[in-house]
Nanobody, 127 residues
């Protein structure tokens, strides 16, 4: 099992940047594939980005491709989401998620793929 805690959310103007962090504890972080999702009021979780356990593979939603970068530092038990060129449409609660994986290359894009979730951090982008 693993516990996840997001941080780094806040208010930013359109075009600005923000870096989210997801700190993990409770298990070996390097054995988990990870992902970022976001949610707005009245809407389901939307996939943002995913990364395999060794960072061998990453994958992005079309809406953030080229603007967001997912990364992880297994030595620090931390995953990151670097968000650049932010748009008002990026406003949401961002959550990190984890699932145990035996593959260095496989990533996951569905909510149902993940077993562990953080509490979320609010990102608000003003115009």
């Amino acid at each position: 099992q693993v516990q996840l805690l997001e941080s780094g959310g806040g208010l930013v103007q359109a075009g600005g940047s923000l870096r989210l962090s997801c700190a993990a504890s409770g298990r070996t972080f390097s054995s988990y594939a990870m992902g970022w999702f976001r949610q707005t009021p009245g809407k389901e979780h939307e996939f943002v980005a995913a990364i395999s356990r060794s960072s061998e593979s990453t994958f992005y939603a079309d809406s953030v491709l080229g603007r967001f970068t997912i990364s992880r530092d297994n030595a620090k038990n931390t995953m990151y989401l670097q968000m650049n060129s932010l748009k008002p449409g990026d406003t949401a609660v961002y959550s990190c998620a984890a699932r145990q994986s035996t593959s260095d290359s496989h990533y996951y894009t569905s909510v149902s793929d993940y077993d562990y979730w953080g509490q979320g951090t609010q990102v608000t982008v003003s115009s």
